[in-house]
């Protein structure tokens, strides 16, 4: 089928509005191409340096004639889902000894978890840790060894960090590696339940302790579809995975057979061969086009609209929210996987998973398949499905129908005719909003304002019995400047907690929710933010708000605001305590949340 008009004309916009950034970054990367693979410009001392440790693959490193491939590694034992990761250095060693090549780890990132800061002074440095992953990948490429690079990294902040510096690598190949989803525990909605029931009172901490080990309780991703689990769609979609692999159960043959394949593709691309594919011909305006496609028909986390901007600005790219916003109105949601359903990532995939759905929205014109993937032409590919058979790895045609329609839907019959993100403007500026888990008796919410500028204060005015009539909380000064711009997941189990008495409730803040959170509706991400002197800053409490997710609006009905000063707050107490003092450069230099809230790009 043709290409839709929609999908056509918002590529084409990005396409015009990036052709300067975007030929500036080609001819950058042109250039380094040109000279041709990286060892051939080491002395002999930087070369000795590089090789010391590497025991009997010295003489293959000397030579120069191998594919190099330097390990981008986000591994830590602390975190389930890069726990995997400790086995993948030694089996990526031997699988590319076995096809003739070579490959070191090229260094280690940061990899912190939302869900342990979560509610806790350590979520106000999660977002900078994106620009501080993409920095320390910078430093490990930058021995300019490698002909390749594989990147091993699944969480919220990781993989954007990584896509960042890949991109300003892009000479070079790069592929990504995924770990993996944990096997399902404890169903989500069962959690959720629990997690109410302890902000109510009717549960202790054990009962609470007991629910949460029991949903998070092994190696790999958390099971519903956040951010971490919305990362590894974008690498499928944006052809930047082997085809299949991104919801492979962790330490499975499986799985360990497309780590292997991923190892012996990074060495088949390279600048030595034939097949030569740098990630700057993947990662162009038509990949973050498909990116978006995907990030709407599944539903995924809303913070992807930050990061996407920053990831496509480092490949030259330039998005806007208007263009998300465009997507959607085209692309259905086509999954219900939790905090959008009840299903997990592992039913979801069960269910057909991407394969199906690629094929399925390529089938209406709603993806580009001329583009680039490192698994060659044509985004084709990733409707094929990897299989084990007899020990050995092949890929098959993917499923043509959905195998469980509660999950997993055609176009044709999907859950919603628009996708799972709605941008919203008004006289309190520019944020969006997750739609695709919100009733759609709650998209519009007409009611008076209570204003905090910390999330604790709200959960302390619930307790004090505070919260009863119809309330839309303001939560502001939590944007990047004012504090690194933390998840407000915590401020969940509350609001749903009043929303299940009856009242009517909706969130605005310059922060950011988790990519867990949707079934409150949440304004977030409104910028310019209330340190900036944003508008949110001239809210006041009994103001009547609206918020109306149907028309994008988000507004102060009260007839003065407009001609109100604002609010200034006392930041200080934001700048010091749990590494807080290191990142102060950070939050003067954040650009605005509606730009992907950068510092290096």
Same mark, same amino acid.
């Given at each position: 089928?043709?290409?839709?008009?929609?999908?056509?004309?918002?590529?084409?916009?990005?396409?015009?509005?990036?052709?300067?950034?975007?030929?500036?970054?080609?001819?950058?990367?042109?250039?380094?191409?040109?000279?041709?693979?990286?060892?051939?410009?080491?002395?002999?001392?930087?070369?000795?340096?590089?090789?010391?440790?590497?025991?009997?693959?010295?003489?293959?490193?000397?030579?120069?004639?191998?594919?190099?491939?330097?390990?981008?590694?986000?591994?830590?034992?602390?975190?389930?889902?890069?726990?995997?990761?400790?086995?993948?250095?030694?089996?990526?060693?031997?699988?590319?000894?076995?096809?003739?090549?070579?490959?070191?780890?090229?260094?280690?990132?940061?990899?912190?978890?939302?869900?342990?800061?979560?509610?806790?002074?350590?979520?106000?440095?999660?977002?900078?840790?994106?620009?501080?992953?993409?920095?320390?990948?910078?430093?490990?490429?930058?021995?300019?060894?490698?002909?390749?690079?594989?990147?091993?990294?699944?969480?919220?902040?990781?993989?954007?960090?990584?896509?960042?510096?890949?991109?300003?690598?892009?000479?070079?190949?790069?592929?990504?590696?995924?770990?993996?989803?944990?096997?399902?525990?404890?169903?989500?909605?069962?959690?959720?339940?629990?997690?109410?029931?302890?902000?109510?009172?009717?549960?202790?901490?054990?009962?609470?302790?007991?629910?949460?080990?029991?949903?998070?309780?092994?190696?790999?991703?958390?099971?519903?579809?956040?951010?971490?689990?919305?990362?590894?769609?974008?690498?499928?979609?944006?052809?930047?995975?082997?085809?299949?692999?991104?919801?492979?159960?962790?330490?499975?043959?499986?799985?360990?057979?497309?780590?292997?394949?991923?190892?012996?593709?990074?060495?088949?691309?390279?600048?030595?061969?034939?097949?030569?594919?740098?990630?700057?011909?993947?990662?162009?305006?038509?990949?973050?086009?498909?990116?978006?496609?995907? $990030?709407?028909?599944?539903?995924?986390?809303?913070?992807?609209?930050?990061?996407?901007?920053?990831?496509?600005?480092?490949?030259?790219?330039?998005?806007?929210?208007?263009?998300?916003?465009?997507?959607?109105?085209?692309?259905?949601?086509?999954?219900?996987?939790?905090?959008?359903?009840?299903?997990?990532?592992?039913?979801?995939?069960?269910?057909?998973?991407?394969?199906?759905?690629?094929?399925?929205?390529?089938?209406?014109?709603? $993806?580009?398949?001329?583009?680039?993937?490192?698994?060659?032409?044509?985004?084709?590919?990733?409707?094929?499905?990897?299989? &084990?058979?007899?020990?050995? &790895?092949?890929?098959?045609?993917?499923?043509?129908?959905?195998?469980?329609?509660?999950?997993?839907?055609?176009?044709?019959?999907?859950?919603?005719?628009?996708?799972?993100?709605?941008?919203?403007?008004?006289?309190?500026?520019?944020?969006?909003?997750?739609?695709?888990?919100?009733?759609?008796?709650?998209?519009?919410?007409?009611?008076?304002?209570?204003?905090?500028?910390?999330?604790?204060?709200?959960?302390?005015?619930?307790?004090?019995?505070?919260?009863?009539?119809?309330?839309?909380?303001?939560?502001?000064?939590?944007?990047?400047?004012?504090?690194?711009?933390?998840?407000?997941?915590?401020?969940?189990?509350?609001?749903?907690?009043?929303?299940?008495?009856?009242?009517?409730?909706?969130?605005?803040?310059?922060?950011?929710?988790?990519?867990?959170?949707?079934?409150?509706?949440?304004?977030?991400?409104?910028?310019?933010?209330?340190?900036?002197?944003?508008?949110?800053?001239?809210?006041?409490?009994?103001? &009547?708000?609206?918020?109306?997710?149907?028309?994008?609006?988000?507004?102060?009905?009260?007839?003065?605001?407009?001609?109100?000063?604002?609010?200034?707050?006392?930041?200080?107490?934001?700048?010091?305590?749990?590494?807080?003092?290191?990142?102060?450069?950070?939050?003067?230099?954040?650009?605005?949340?509606?730009?992907?809230?950068?510092?290096?790009?």
């Amino acid at each position: 089928m043709p290409l839709n008009n929609t999908i056509h004309d918002v590529t084409q916009r990005i396409r015009e509005r990036s052709a300067d950034r975007r030929a500036k970054y080609m001819d950058q990367m042109k250039r380094a191409a040109d000279q041709g693979p990286a060892r051939a410009h080491l002395t002999c001392g930087n070369q000795a340096h590089a090789y010391a440790a590497m025991g009997d693959d010295k003489a293959s490193l000397a030579e120069g004639r191998a594919p190099n491939i330097g390990v981008v590694t986000a591994y830590n034992d602390m975190l389930s889902a890069h726990q995997p990761y400790e086995r993948y250095p030694e089996l990526i060693r031997q699988t590319a000894r076995k096809v003739g090549a070579t490959a070191q780890v090229a260094g280690g990132v940061p990899a912190m978890c939302d869900g342990v800061t979560q509610g806790q002074t350590g979520m106000e440095l999660s977002l900078f840790s994106r620009d501080v992953i993409a920095l320390a990948s910078g430093v490990a490429l930058s021995h300019n060894t490698f002909d390749a690079a594989l990147y091993l990294g699944v969480c919220d902040k990781i993989v954007p960090g990584l896509i960042i510096a890949a991109a300003t690598f892009g000479h070079i190949p790069g592929i990504f590696l995924p770990a993996g989803p944990m096997v399902s525990g404890l169903p989500n909605d069962e959690k959720a339940k629990v997690r109410q029931q302890f902000a109510t009172g009717e549960v202790g901490r054990d009962k609470l302790m007991e629910a949460e080990m029991a949903s998070y309780h092994g190696p790999g991703t958390c099971t519903f579809y956040g951010t971490a689990n919305t990362n590894q769609m974008l690498m499928e979609f944006m052809g930047l995975h082997m085809p299949g692999s991104s919801f492979v159960n962790p330490n499975t043959p499986l799985r360990d057979a497309l780590t292997v394949a991923g190892v012996e593709r990074a060495a088949a691309i390279t600048q030595l061969g034939n097949e030569y594919t740098p990630v700057c011909d993947v990662l162009d305006e038509r990949a973050f086009v498909n990116g978006i496609v995907g $990030l709407m028909a599944t539903g995924g986390s809303t913070n992807l609209v930050l990061h996407l901007p920053a990831m496509a600005r480092a490949a030259g790219v330039e998005l806007t929210l208007e263009d998300f916003d465009q997507l959607s109105s085209v692309v259905p949601l086509m999954a219900k996987v939790y905090p959008n359903g009840l299903a997990d990532v592992n039913h979801f995939h069960a269910a057909g998973g991407l394969g199906y759905m690629i094929g399925e929205l390529l089938d209406k014109g709603l $993806l580009h398949d001329d583009t680039q993937t490192i698994a060659g032409q044509g985004l084709s590919r990733y409707t094929e499905e990897p299989k &084990l058979i007899d020990d050995s &790895l092949t890929w098959v045609e993917g499923p043509k129908e959905t195998q469980n329609d509660k999950i997993l839907r055609p176009v044709s019959t999907a859950f919603q005719p628009t996708g799972g993100l709605k941008q919203l403007a008004g006289n309190l500026g520019t944020g969006i909003m997750k739609v695709s888990a919100v009733a759609p008796e709650r998209h519009i919410i007409e009611a008076k304002a209570r204003v905090f500028h910390e999330q604790a204060d709200v959960r302390k005015a619930f307790q004090a019995g505070e919260f009863t009539e119809d309330t839309i909380v303001v939560v502001r000064f939590q944007g990047p400047q004012a504090n690194g711009m933390p998840e407000l997941h915590s401020l969940t189990p509350t609001l749903a907690v009043l929303q299940d008495r009856g009242l009517k409730v909706a969130l605005i803040t310059d922060g950011r929710m988790s990519g867990a959170s949707g079934k409150v509706p949440a304004a977030i991400h409104v910028s310019p933010e209330a340190s900036l002197g944003g508008p949110l800053a001239r809210v006041r409490d009994g103001d &009547l708000l609206r918020v109306d997710a149907k028309t994008g609006k988000i507004d102060c009905l009260e007839a003065d605001f407009d001609s109100r000063e604002a609010v200034v707050a006392d930041l200080t107490a934001n700048k010091s305590g749990i590494g807080r003092e290191l990142f102060e450069a950070f939050r003067q230099n954040v650009g605005l949340a509606s730009n992907g809230a950068a510092v290096i790009v």
